[in-house]
């Protein structure tokens, strides 16, 4: 069974950057695709940005297409998300997701196995 876990959150000004890390356990992960979510206090949970299991499908929100850039290195079993130029309105948990094979790279009934989540505050 995979396991995520992700890292690289934390607070940073308005119009700087962060690095994302979701690190997966298991030796399937070059097989696997693999999306980024976030939520919101009070909001439901929404898509950010997915890619596939060979890196060569790529998949954005609309509100961070870019200004953030989704990739993985599968010899180090891990998927990152580059987030450029944030905005407040990028403050969110994030969170890894696998997704599970047959449906749609956008929604979060597509995956089945998630991080524990890791914040990110964009100070205005």
């Known amino acids: 069974q995979v396991q995520l876990v992700e890292s690289g959150g934390g607070l940073v000004q308005a119009g700087g950057s962060l690095r994302l890390s979701c690190a997966a356990s298991?030796?399937?992960?070059?097989?696997?695709?693999m999306g980024w979510f976030r939520r919101n206090s009070g909001k439901e949970r929404e898509f950010v940005a997915a890619?596939?299991?060979?890196?060569?499908?790529?998949y954005y929100a609309d509100s961070v297409k870019g200004r953030f850039t989704i990739s993985r290195d599968n010899a180090k079993n891990t998927v990152y998300l580059q987030m450029n130029s944030l905005k407040p309105e990028d403050t969110a948990v994030y969170y890894c997701?696998?997704?599970?094979?047959?449906?749609?790279?956008?929604?979060?009934?597509?995956?089945?196995?998630w991080g524990q989540g890791t914040q990110v505050t964009v100070s205005s």
């Open positions: 298991g030796r399937t992960f070059s097989s696997l695709s």
């Open positions: 890619i596939s299991w060979s890196g060569g499908n790529t």
């Open positions: 997701a696998k997704k599970s094979s047959g449906r749609s790279f956008t929604l979060v009934s597509s995956y089945d196995t």
